[in-house]
């Protein structure tokens, strides 16, 4: 304890002579969104798609927990699912960063109008706060009052009896942060401030080492955000707030470069180092953003499989062993990949390395496109690597998972990394349809990529002409000799220096740049050495379109019936029901009570519910294989139980789980009876 004490006071007292402008240089700049539009392709699809999703929300049902937490009067319920079970309000979060995203992506005027709904809604709960406080963690004035005076109970996914609280308020800090970068808002801005000054106070008399042990508990890109903050308002406060919350037991490997990431949640992790590198540019601090790459490149290239996602039920595999990611039904994560993004996108603006576009593109066409029902909407979970299995996905009125919220985000945000610029230098680095506004000249690609090997790009100077460098990508999948660059129709020779060809000029109105880019057949090993491939062409991973044999459990996310029998069961303690529904629904059942309880059970069960479920799971299956698992997932059934109750529950499970794997997720949900299959 006395290191990590000496290691926190020195970071401290580091920033504290550290000027805002001590900055990480860029070497490549990437276009806000605003500037770019898709032109028509699958990306613009999704797109599209998006924005019916995003407009079929009723704001209201988001904004209610907010409302009740301000002790203002609901215009509707919350909706259900994680949005009244613990979790709510997270998704308003996310919600607001997909409007701004979205706005600022398109311009449509149906999507400003919500988001400005949203953010007088927003201020309105804030107003009535008074000090600068807004979020939907139920009960939450008791829980922040209680840290605040150094009354700290954290776990992996639980602080002070609530569901991840500090993780659900960083996503109205995104939120805010989003709406003021991306459309400009005053109004958010003020918002994003005031919640900030609000934290500096929460905090204020906690030392280095409870904030330590309080980020325990998952609290996503916090560090981040607060950053953001400081570089927004040039305050240099609130970098050190951001320092504060930086968590010292994954750093700490990272600058020593060490990989400590078996066994642990990953998107647990991936937004605190986010948060390291967002430090370490505005700071100049070599050694975070050196850690920073160092965990993009331990996750990237030994936990990661082909198609760019990550984990296994969550979890960050062992790197020597696929073996789990290829049989498991809870394969890469879309939120670990959303952040994945996020940080590459970092890495690559300080370092123009192309390797990290290649994974980038990768990722989003292999598994960011991919987690969007192209026909009727919606977002993936989990993404499985098993052979023949499907994925399930949200609907707008009942689905609320995080990478519900992620999902949202995703499609919104295309545009962000096609083109880059520095100086006098414009960058193409992925083969995306669209147009892009570059000061006085306009740039179009035309392309089918990837069913067409190559793209054009129509370039539109203003004023008829100017002279600029433009510079392709050349990917990791093509060969360097086969490629074929003209200006006009006429063959250009070029040579490919940094993962890039370059072509300086005074381009005129029109003029038409075509880059060739042959694709070929290659095959990728598993990082494990293990005999397993994965067929690519370009940048595309193949897939047989397989039958729907040995796939019975997938017609009970479409029935509501066995989901009302399930509901109807559990609320009349029927348990011997509930372990057919059980059987019947195999590893997938965690589905089944996880959508039963929304439906009209979810707040009512009682403790007597509770035991009497666990007993009979215990008298059917033994002791042996029921192990408590929170959050809901992987063969649960969950207990909701009045908070009075609660330590007795604890008390009562923990006789066969064990403590340690016991966390509460608000004052009404302790935790879930796992079932190992």
């Given at each position: ?139 939450g004035r008791k829980m922040w009052k209680e840290i ?236 499985p690597m098993r052979a023949g299995h499907y994925r ?140 397993n491939y994965s067929i690519l062409y370009g940048p ?138």
């Amino acid at each position: 304890m006395n290191l990590l004490k000496t290691i926190l006071s020195t970071s401290v007292f580091a920033i504290a002579s550290v000027a805002l402008h001590a900055q990480l240089p860029a070497k490549v700049e990437s276009f806000p969104v605003r500037d770019v539009r898709l032109t028509a392709s699958p990306f613009k699809h999704a797109e599209d798609m998006d924005i019916r999703y995003l407009l079929g929300i009723d704001p209201d049902r988001l904004l209610a927990p907010y409302l009740k937490e301000a002790g203002l009067s609901p215009k509707a319920e919350n909706y259900t699912n994680w949005e009244n079970t613990g979790l709510d309000g997270h998704i308003g979060g996310h919600y607001l960063s997909a409007l701004s995203y979205m706005y600022a992506a398109t311009g449509n005027k149906e999507i400003k109008a919500r988001l400005d709904y949203m953010i007088s809604e927003l201020k309105r709960c804030q107003d009535a706060a008074g000090d600068g406080y807004l979020c939907g963690v139920p009960n939450g004035r008791k829980m922040w009052k209680e840290i605040e005076e150094g009354n700290i109970r954290a776990s992996g996914f639980g602080l002070n009896d609530r569901w991840v609280p500090l993780y659900n308020i960083h996503k109205i800090y995104a939120g805010l942060r989003d709406a003021t970068l991306q459309t400009d808002s005053r109004e958010a801005k003020e918002m994003l401030v005031k919640l900030t000054d609000w934290m500096i106070r929460l905090v204020s008399k906690l030392s280095d080492e409870q904030i330590q042990d309080m980020l325990r508990s998952e609290h996503g890109g916090l560090n981040e955000t607060f950053a953001d903050v400081a570089a927004i308002t040039g305050d240099k406060r609130y970098l050190k707030l951001a320092h504060q919350f930086s968590h010292h037991t994954v750093l700490q490997p990272l600058l020593r470069q060490e990989d400590k990431l078996t066994g642990m949640h990953a998107n647990t992790q991936i937004p605190k180092v986010i948060g390291f590198k967002r430090i370490a540019d505005l700071e100049g601090n070599r050694d975070w953003s050196e850690a920073a790459r160092y965990f993009w490149e331990t996750v990237v290239n030994h936990c990661s499989i082909t198609i760019g996602g990550n984990s296994v039920r969550e979890h960050f595999h062992p790197a020597d062993d696929f073996s789990s990611m290829l049989t498991s039904e809870q394969g890469p994560e879309t939120c670990n990949t959303y952040n994945m993004l996020r940080l590459t996108k970092m890495l690559y603006e300080t370092s123009a390395d192309v390797h990290f576009m290649d994974y980038y593109e990768r990722a989003l066409y292999n598994h960011i496109l991919s987690t969007q029902d192209p026909v009727q909407g919606g977002f993936v979970y989990f993404t499985p690597m098993r052979a023949g299995h499907y994925r399930v996905y949200s609907q707008p009125q009942t689905s609320f998972w995080c990478c519900v919220g992620s999902g949202m985000e995703n499609h919104a945000r295309y545009g962000e990394m096609i083109y880059g610029h520095k100086d006098n230098n414009l960058y193409v680095n992925l083969f995306i349809p669209s147009t892009l506004r570059w000061g006085d000249t306009q740039i179009e690609q035309q392309t089918a990529f990837p069913d067409e090997e190559g793209s054009t790009l129509v370039i539109s100077p203003e004023k008829g002409k100017k002279e600029f460098t433009l510079l392709f990508r050349i990917p990791e999948w093509t060969k360097p000799e086969a490629l074929r660059l003209s200006v006009n129709g006429k063959r250009q020779n070029v040579t490919v220096k940094e993962g890039y060809v370059s072509l300086n000029r005074t381009w005129s109105k029109g003029d038409k740049v075509r880059l060739e880019l042959p694709m070929h057949l290659r095959a990728i090993a598993l990082p494990d050495g293990s005999a397993n491939y994965s067929i690519l062409y370009g940048p595309i991973v193949l897939a047989a379109r397989l039958g729907k044999q040995n796939q019975d459990g997938i017609h009970f996310f479409k029935e509501n019936e066995r989901v009302e029998r399930a509901a109807k069961a559990v609320e009349e303690k029927d348990g011997e029901t509930v372990l057919k529904l059980l059987s019947e629904s195999g590893k997938s059942s965690w589905e089944l009570l996880q959508n039963c309880y929304p439906i009209k059970a979810y707040t009512e069960q009682k403790i007597s519910v509770a035991l009497a479920l666990t007993d009979l799971f215990l008298e059917k299956l033994g002791k042996g294989i029921c192990r408590i698992h929170g959050g809901g997932f992987a063969g649960v059934i969950m207990c909701v139980v009045p908070e009075e109750e609660t330590e007795n529950y604890v008390s009562y499970i923990s006789e066969f789980a064990g403590k340690e794997n016991v966390y509460p997720m608000n004052i009404r949900a302790v935790g879930a009876v796992h079932i190992e299959k």
